[in-house]
Structure formats: C-alpha cells, structure tokens
C-alpha cells in the first residue's frame, strides 16, 4: 500500500477540467475497473450520471442510501431509471429502522449534534459498511450548487471510505443540465416541480423559495448550523487535508504512470 494525497492529484485535477463528463466516466470505468461504482441520492445530477453511464453501456453498480426515511417520490425516481436504463442500482439501508434508532437514541434531527450522529448512522454508515469493496465512487457534485461545492475538485479523496470521488459534473451548469435533462427525457423526481431545490429525507427537507439559496430547505429547522450530511467528504471537509492508502500500482495507474521496479 502507498498514499495517495490531494496534492498528487493536482496536475490531474487541472487537465481533467477540460474533459467532458463522459470522458471522465470512462476514465474512471477503465482506470478502477470492477473496484468503483457510482453513488446517487435520486436527485437531477444523479439522474444525469445514470443517463451516461447506461448510453456508455458501462456495467458499474449504482449504490443508493435509502435511509428509511425517504419521499416516496425518491423511491419512485429510482424504480423509473431501473425500468427505463435497466441499471445495477443496489439499495443500501441503515442497521436500525428510524423507529429503533428512535427507541434507542431518541428524535435525534432535531438538534445540530444530534443531526451529525442520524446523518451517519443513517447515510454514511450503510455505504461504510459496502466501502471495501471499492477503491473509487462516482458522484454528482456541482459547482453550481454553490457554498461547500463551489471549488469541488473532479477527482477528490475520501479518508472514511479509502476511496477516490470523481465527480464528472463539477463544470455542469443548471442550464446545461436542465438541457440536458430535457433533450434526453430522463425521469425527474417530481418533487423539484414543487420547489424542492433539493431532496433528503422527509424528515429533513422542505421547499425553498425562488430567493433562497438551494440548500436552505435541507435542515431548515436547526438553522444554518446544518447543510451537509457528511456523505459526500468535501462538504465538510477542505480536501486539501485528505488522504487514503491505495495499492501503488493503482496510484500509478490514476496518475498515469509507470514504475519498473520497487525500492
Ligand atoms: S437527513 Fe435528517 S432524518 Fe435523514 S439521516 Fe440526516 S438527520 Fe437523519
């Protein structure tokens, strides 16, 4: 095993701005081979992701966190892409149903700390318990989207699941996917329609108004404390501090070179 840091990925991180999301997407397929898969919430760039990766007819599972907790309209999303694109998309649960965390630890969304442990628990932990089974995730983030995202990096690393982020959208506007969304008839959860900026879990999540920033009906009721879950590392965390171990020969292979021998 070798380390791998945010400053390696540097050079790469710079050229990959100029490649499409498709490319990156093949890149990732050919560089992690069986050992990645892609992650989305049911939202509209996880809906695009899917769209490409059924077009580039890459055989990759797509792992979903259905915390329990979920809109049915979420669920519903999800049905629809696995009819329409015939995608592995594999449902990931939490250990506890809400009703015996609630037992447990009691109603614990309602105050910032108490968000932090729910949101692991039931977000972060389910894909934990899958990590090992993969060096490399593809995600969704946007710059767009604005606040922790603004400056997401395309290729990014995360130190709880030893895995790298691609994420192939960070340059996707709102009009290029709204575009895109549209010329290719992708499912939508309906909820976006109803001014659901963005979509968690229903105990989390209300619409926004045409003023407010996207993420202000995620957590509404704790106030600005809380914005993120946590899944997604670069939320929460300035990349720049991240690193993960990785077998040298995979290092080499995302950062295109060779070695000929060990020392
Ligand atoms: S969004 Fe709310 S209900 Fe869902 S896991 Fe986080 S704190 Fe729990």
């Given at each position: 095993?070798?380390?791998?840091?945010?400053?390696?990925?540097?050079?790469?991180?710079?050229?990959?701005?100029?490649?499409?999301?498709?490319?990156?997407?093949?890149?990732?397929?050919?560089?992690?081979?069986?050992?990645?898969?892609?992650?989305?919430?049911?939202?509209?760039?996880?809906?695009?992701?899917?769209?490409?990766?059924?077009?580039?007819?890459?055989?990759?599972?797509?792992?979903?966190?259905?915390?329990?907790?979920?809109?049915?309209?979420?669920?519903?999303?999800?049905?629809?892409?696995?009819?329409?694109?015939?995608?592995?998309?594999?449902?990931?649960?939490?250990?506890?149903?809400?009703?015996?965390?609630?037992?447990?630890?009691?109603?614990?969304?309602?105050?910032?700390?108490?968000?932090?442990?729910?949101?692991?628990?039931?977000?972060?932990?389910?894909?934990?318990?899958?990590?090992?089974?993969?060096?490399?995730?593809?995600?969704?983030?946007?710059?767009?989207?604005?606040?922790?995202?603004?400056?997401?990096?395309?290729?990014?690393?995360?130190?709880?699941?030893?895995?790298?982020?691609?994420?192939?959208?960070?340059?996707?506007?709102?009009?290029?996917?709204?575009?895109?969304?549209?010329?290719?008839?992708?499912?939508?959860?309906?909820l976006h329609a109803q001014g659901y900026a963005t979509i968690g879990c229903n105990r989390c999540t209300t619409p926004v108004l045409p003023t407010e920033p996207k993420r202000a009906g995620r957590w509404r009721h704790l106030g600005p404390w809380s914005q993120y879950c946590g899944i997604n590392p670069t939320d929460l965390m300035n990349p720049v501090e991240i690193s993960i171990d990785l077998p040298l020969e995979l290092i080499d292979r995302i950062l295109g070179r060779s070695t000929d021998?060990?020392?």
């Amino acid at each position: 095993m070798a380390r791998l840091t945010q400053a390696d990925l540097a050079d790469l991180n710079t050229s990959f701005e100029q490649s499409s999301p498709q490319d990156l997407i093949r890149w990732a397929k050919k560089t992690f081979g069986s050992r990645i898969a892609a992650l989305t919430s049911m939202q509209r760039a996880g809906n695009v992701v899917c769209h490409m990766l059924y077009e580039l007819q890459l055989d990759l599972p797509v792992l979903f966190v259905d915390t329990g907790v979920l809109f049915q309209e979420t669920l519903d999303t999800r049905d629809k892409l696995i009819e329409r694109y015939g995608l592995n998309i594999v449902t990931l649960k939490p250990e506890l149903t809400m009703e015996e965390q609630t037992a447990k630890y009691g109603v614990l969304y309602l105050d910032p700390e108490g968000q932090r442990q729910c949101c692991f628990m039931r977000k972060s932990e389910p894909l934990i318990r899958v990590a090992d089974q993969y060096d490399a995730f593809i995600s969704s983030l946007r710059r767009s989207d604005g606040g922790a995202r603004a400056r997401v990096p395309v290729l990014s690393l995360d130190a709880e699941t030893n895995s790298v982020r691609i994420n192939p959208l960070v340059n996707f506007s709102d009009e290029q996917m709204a575009q895109y969304l549209a010329d290719n008839e992708i499912p939508v959860n309906p909820l976006h329609a109803q001014g659901y900026a963005t979509i968690g879990c229903n105990r989390c999540t209300t619409p926004v108004l045409p003023t407010e920033p996207k993420r202000a009906g995620r957590w509404r009721h704790l106030g600005p404390w809380s914005q993120y879950c946590g899944i997604n590392p670069t939320d929460l965390m300035n990349p720049v501090e991240i690193s993960i171990d990785l077998p040298l020969e995979l290092i080499d292979r995302i950062l295109g070179r060779s070695t000929d021998f060990i020392i």
